[in-house]
């Protein structure tokens, strides 16, 4: 089994997964080695991350010195291809243009989707995260508690290997001893705003990435993640000796030729494939999950790229990994006798309730980090401290509900033709011999700030098939409805007044002043690209699209694999979590078919 063709696809599988992402790659990492045959329909092209990997390119020999451009939005040498803020050919549109009531989709048409270029932040969700109606009665809990998805995280990290701490913060969970992977060392930015942090409460910890900060243990591992699998057990023990340890050096967001990071094309797909039990049909885009009279799902029509031609596969089971506004999408344009309001809908809540992360961001130059003598403090390329929400205590005084974590920037990395390299106090750019100067003096003296916050499930906020708009294949395509509540709004504000307090803090100057509304502060939705929900869990089918275990409630062999059935957002970032589910939806199926429930 291998990369095949729609003429040499199997005629049935055990389960079609849609979307290699992520969710589509756990999903298939977890079936085939349990010894399912699995078909994988993904809409983007295969990409081999062996040969494709920019990793050492530098931004002098790019265009435009590497700055990016409409197709290449996050600079020339970025992981994701044919995607972005657009896809030509497959437009979605948006109910209003008025601010704060549009959506961004950002969509990557690849093998392996997001997660090739994703920026590897890896946080569990904690306990409240799953009860959050309990704890202040807005939005919704989930129908599992934190103690269900723990075994799952555990096993997500171990397999695709997260470094980080332990440090027994509320809410943040600790992992396992010995599941962590050692954190790199603070850089001297991120040491500075530790000790000013403390000074305003705000706790600076190692980051949790998903980069191999050492080499897994691949003679303990195996034993762990695949009990009584002596088959499982090979296989992953050669792959993981097939990953590299990260050498610091070099942008994540490129992707990873050693396969020191998490991509489901560097991690999941490889052993997958080792099992010979996973086809992959590429430049594949899935139309309609297909039923027959009895109301079973019986495979998927796709359509070929390459020839505009429409195909059928047969499975007993289709797993929906397309992202979460994806496999809305295709539940809501699977129309037939039995489901004219489309597959799974009869609650008619699939596309309702979707969410996004609450973004503002700050920065600001700091005097004190000027004129460092020349180091190499690189370490992995991405965020190596972070500060998880630190108010709980504190929750009834701040105007809003739920709270954020504060991603952190600084360092001395490669200067990027888009980043404040060489910019005067003015933030202007020089050139010649006052370029040299001022790059020289603050190179690495800058800041930045992310605040990252839990969004709250609300009925404006949702997608629909668009009436009128179809794809380049035909295919009906998404119209958004967006609103942010006042507590996300709050929320955005309170970020960007506590970063500013943070930079003084810090001995620098703020350009500007915190704008008190935090409609100005806060990103669009969609913009932080952590869209879930839209095919939420829930405990009955009237209030919800799958069940606990992600199956639709309406269709037993229909199972949701991506964020689609977050039925809230924390403010962690959503990716961990999709793993831990989708791996714990594929021990479910694995029982049930056992069982010959499927
Ligand atoms: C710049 C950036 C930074 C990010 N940083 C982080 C981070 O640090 N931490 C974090 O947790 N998350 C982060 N994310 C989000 C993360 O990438 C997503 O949460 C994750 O990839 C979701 O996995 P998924 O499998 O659901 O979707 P995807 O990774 O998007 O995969 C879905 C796949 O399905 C395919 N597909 C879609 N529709 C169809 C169809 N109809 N037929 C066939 N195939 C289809 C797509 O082509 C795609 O390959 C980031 C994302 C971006 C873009
Ligand atoms: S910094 Fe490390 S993990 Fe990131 S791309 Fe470079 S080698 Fe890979």
Known sequence: MAIVTPDTTADKYDVIVVGSGAAGGQSAYTLTMDGARVLMIEAGRNYDPRSETPMFQTNDAAPLRGAGTPDKPFGYFDATIDGGWSVPGEPYTNASSERGRDFKWWRARMLGGRTNHWGRIALRNGPYDFKPYSRDGLGFDWPISYEDVAPYYDKVEMLVGVYGTNEGLKNTPNSPEGVLLPPPKAKIGELLLRQRGRTLGIPVIAAHRAVLSRALDHASLPAKLHPGNARAQRILAEDMQNRAACFWATPCGRGCAIRANYQSTTVHIPPAMATGNLDIVASAMAREVTVDAAGKATGVTYVDKATGREHHAAARVVVLAAGACETARLLLNSKSALFPGGLANSSGLVGKYIMDTVGADWGGHIPLLENLPPHNEDGAGGMHVYSPWWLYKDASKLGFARGYHVEIGTGR????AYSHFGEDEGGRTSYGAKLKEEARRTYGSYVSLTGR???????????EIDPKVVDKWGIPVLRFNWKWSEHEIRQAAHMQRTFADWIEAMGGTNKKKPDPDGRKAIQPGGSIIHEVGGAIMGS????????????????????????????????KNPTLTIMALAWRTADRILDEMRRGNL
């Open 453 to 463: 916050g839990d969004m709250i499930p609300n009925a404006d906020s949702y997608c």
């Open 413 to 416: 990395g490669m200067p990027e």
């Open 540 to 571: 009955s089918a009237s209030t919800s699209v799958t069940n606990s275990w992600s199956r639709a409630w309406d269709v037993k062999n229909v199972y949701v694999a991506d964020g689609g059935v977050f039925a809230s957002n924390a403010d």
